[in-house]
């Protein structure tokens, strides 16, 4: 049984079309990344299944339910936005109240979902402050407060991170996760942090305008891009790319990029390669090995360009077949700008896409 | 310790002797009171205060003297004799026409004209740039250019049609029909106002309210209304001043007996019969004016007020 289930959904905004005939299943208690660049339409396709935008076209269901030309309020769904959206006369309580006392709940019910709220999110001390005194962490844990004293099954959360610092949105969240996990309800949450989306989802749909280029666990989507915009747009620093044609000797197949031939025998599908089809391979920086030659692996050498320690992991960025490519290795092991390293792949973990379709082979 | 007042002060990087470290300046940089531009800028505002304080003086001085003193001469000079029989003559006892019962009359009329045509005008244009900023209806912008070219189409051109649709109405000549004149009228620019202002909130808030299950009417009154303080008495400012200071709707949409103060006021200044009474004619000038210059003062402290209190911010 799915919870939200939207079928051949189309929106656009006069002349602009944003959303065209997208289609999207959620299961019950799964936690959904939407995770695209600015003006994809993340935003676009939340409100729509909260009922804030009138679709142009197609279908919304809710617990299978459909909700398409259903009020928001009707449609079982809790939100909370990027700016907080608290209202500023309020004090923390009768924003948590206010929605339930415009569905005239009886008091002695709100007070009860009010302290629930309040303890699970702990923001009991806070109850009778206003927006305005709280710290934007603080407003943030009001905001999804907000939505949970609503009771419903699936929340929904457009960046709701974005406007505090990396340390509170760390700490945020590793809260919302437990959140998720203790209430076991639908969450579909936009950002367009990568880390966010990698540490929370169970899937993720990664998008661009207005179209899902891939829905999948966020191992898959790491390991296994099904085209050159989502390996490029996961991954920091982002995968390395080397345009080139495939060749094949003495029964092995190899990519060749400039003056170096990159041997991808080991990749899974490289009996697919067609001799001189022009491809991308793509190589994320943890998947090379620097100085740790190991049989049957052929070597390639290359100069250190810059160094970026990061403590627990070092960033060589070096250059390979006439262009940069950066490296991950562990924090300990140091590498001057200059000096020769010798480089071995892991074809097997790589990533190969069609120069034209830019579709993983 | 000496290095901390040295990297609070970059002139004793220049001092060798560690003694001399806090001779240099330290604290708040002085800053010269006559300096030329605070010459001119300070000029500049005196001399137009006084240019409009001054009438304002001499109105008040020739309104406390009377009569014998006036034909004396001097405008500028203080009253001898201080007399407020100028003030009860313009209240109470001035003629207009027929009647002599002063302008108490006319500021009856206005008051009874300036409160319902405020309130009903700022009511209905909160609520009309409310759903226009954020009910985004079919037709909206449509109906939007119209109420924005009405506020360009001149008075004039609208003042014959306007008599006869409120003669049909059955209003004309009353106080209904002036107050209807005065609401349409205001209504333009104060939609564009509370639009403009609605438009400028967090449109986040709107949705919140939304998902929340809060209607119209609830959003309007529980969310937009308590973040609105400043706009609403800035509307309020604009229609008591305009409306207590309208003549020419006055003249035409009224009978004589409910003509507004301004009107009234120009009936005695204007009076051709007897002699002209400067110091009555100064003092109902006065009173007319005392309104709006009420509230200037009082609103306008209200509203700095407001906004200092973080009424416009979340
Ligand atoms: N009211 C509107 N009228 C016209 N175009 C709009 C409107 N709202 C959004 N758009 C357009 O729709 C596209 C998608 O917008 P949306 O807000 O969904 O982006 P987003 O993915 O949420 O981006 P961000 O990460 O910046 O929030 C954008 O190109 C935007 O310009
Ligand atoms: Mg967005």
């Known amino acids: 049984m799915t919870s939200v289930s939207v079928r051949d959904l189309s929106l656009n905004f006069g002349a602009v079309t944003v959303l065209d005939k997208l289609n999207l299943d959620i299961d019950h208690g799964e936690f959904l990344v939407l995770l695209g660049s600015s ?107 907000r939505a949970l004293v609503r009771d419903v099954d699936v929340f929904l959360f457009d960046e709701p991170l974005s406007n505090l610092d990396a340390k509170l949105r760390s700490e945020l969240r590793v809260e919302i996760k437990r959140l998720h996990q203790s209430l076991k309800n639908t969450m579909i949450y936009v950002t367009h942090d990568q880390i966010e989306a990698l540490t929370l989802a169970d899937r993720i749909a990664v998008m661009k305008s207005g179209v899902i280029q891939q829905l999948a666990d966020p191992m898959t989507i790491y390991n296994a891009p099904e085209n050159l915009f989502v390996a490029g747009f996961i991954g920091s620093p982002s995968m390395n790319f080397f345009r080139g044609a495939v060749e094949a000797k003495d029964g092995r197949s190899f990519v060749r990029v400039n003056d170096v031939a990159f041997d991808v025998t080991t990749y899974p599908a490289h009996t697919g390669l067609q001799p001189g089809q022009k491809v991308v391979l793509g190589l994320r920086p943890e998947h ?74 | 310790m000496d290095n901390m007042v040295a990297s609070n002060n970059t ?16 604290g708040r940089k002085p800053r010269r009171r006559l300096s030329r531009r605070n010459i001119i800028v300070y000029g500049t505002l005196i001399v137009v205060a006084l240019y409009y304080l001054l009438p304002l003086y001499v109105m008040i001085m020739t309104s406390l003297k009377g009569m014998p003193e006036i034909r004396v001469g001097n405008i500028f000079a203080p009253p001898l004799e201080i007399t407020f029989e100028p003030w009860v003559k313009a209240w109470a006892e001035a003629c207009t026409g027929l009647n002599c019962d002063g302008l108490s009359r006319g500021f009856w009329n206005s008051v009874r004209i300036t409160i319902p045509s405020t309130i009903i005008s700022i009511a209905v244009a909160s609520v009309n740039g409310y759903a226009l900023a954020n009910w985004r209806f079919k037709g909206a912008e449509l109906f939007f250019t119209i109420l924005i070219v009405g506020a360009f189409i001149p008075y004039q051109v609208m003042i014959y049609p306007i008599v006869i649709v409120l003669r049909e109405m059955g209003v004309y000549g009353t106080l209904t ?77 009224t009978r004589p007996e409910y003509y507004p103060m301004t009107v009234q006021l120009n009936n005695i200044v204007n009076s051709v019969q007897g002699v002209k009474e400067y110091n009555v004619n100064m003092a109902a000038t006065i009173l007319t004016g005392a309104v709006p210059l009420v509230v200037y003062f009082v609103s306008g402290r209200l509203f700095v007020r407001g906004i200092a209190a973080g009424a416009v911010k979340g």
């Open chain 1, 39 to 145: 003006g994809c339409g993340k935003s676009t396709l939340l409100n729509c299944i909260a009922g804030l935008l009138d679709v142009s076209d197609g279908q919304i269901f809710i617990k299978d339910r459909n909700v398409t030309w259903e009020e928001p309020k009707d449609r079982g769904i809790g939100m909370v936005f990027q700016s907080y959206a608290l209202y500023p006369q309020m004090t923390v309580e009768k924003n948590l109240s206010f929605g339930l006392q415009v569905a005239k709940i009886p008091q002695p019910e709100i007070d009860k979902r009010v302290k629930r709220a309040s303890e699970i999110l702990q923001i009991q001390p806070l109850l009778k402050r206003k927006p305005s005194e709280l710290s934007g962490g603080q407003r943030q844990r009001v905001a999804i407060g």
């Open chain 1, 288 to 361: 090379v090995k620097v100085d740790e030659a190991r049989e049957g692996h052929e070597v390639h050498q290359a100069v250190v360009d810059i160094e970026e320690p990061m403590g627990a992991d070092n960033l060589l960025w070096l250059r390979l077949a006439g262009q940069s490519m950066s490296v991950r290795i562990a924090g300990q092991r140091r590498y001057p700008p200059g000096s020769t390293v010798r480089l071995t792949f892991d074809m097997a973990v790589a990533s190969i896409f069609d120069a034209v379709s830019e579709n993983r082979l």
């Open chain 2, 11 to 26: 002139l004793t990087a220049y001092d060798k002797g560690p003694g001399r470290i806090t001779a240099g300046p330290s």
């Open chain 2, 177 to 253: 029909g002036l107050v209807i004149v005065h609401t349409i009228f205001g209504m333009p620019i104060l939609t564009l106002l509370f639009r403009n202002y609605f438009a400028g909130l967090p449109e986040e808030l709107f949705k919140a309210a939304r998902v929340d299950g809060a209607g119209f009417w609830t959003i309007y009154f529980k969310i937009m209304l308590p973040m609105s303080l400043p706009i609403f008495v800035v509307a309020m400012i604009l229609q008591v001043t305009g409306i207590w200071n309208d003549f020419l709707f006055g003249v035409v949409f």
